[in-house]
């Protein structure tokens, strides 16, 4: 790679990976490095599953304009207010609409996904 890249540029590799604990302690996050190059605008990040998670957790919201989750390997199921229970596997992606409130009830050991977010950073408040 040139050592001048455009601003907003970024790259990352499997390879280098830093996991990271976050929002929840089951899970460890891999930034992908997009909030850092929109200025905060966006994020994106893997999360992947510390082990399996069969206890419901408490029904919450994010403050978020968009939030975007692709399921990579393994499966997570969700309860959404005025949905219903959904179950998502590899291929499976949905779009939580800004302020739907939702429970996860369960994923996999194996559990992988892609998570795009918009701001980068947002709240989450539980019920």
Known sequence: MKASV??????THAQDA?????????FA???????ASTG???GAHVIRAIGSQLDPQPRHHHAIEFQL???LKGWIEFDYTDVGRVRLE?????????GIRH????????LEMLEIVLPATFATELE
């Open 6 to 11: 455009p601003d907003g540029f970024a790259v």
């Open 18 to 26: 830093h996991w990271e604990s976050g929002l929840r302690s089951f």
């Open 40 to 42: 905060g605008r966006v």
């Open 29 to 35: 996050y891999r930034d992908l490095d997009v909030a």
């Open 69 to 71: 989750v692709y399921i």
């Open 90 to 98: 590899a291929g499976s992606s949905v779009v939580q609409p800004p």
């Open 103 to 110: 429970a996860e009830l369960a994923h996999s050991a194996d």
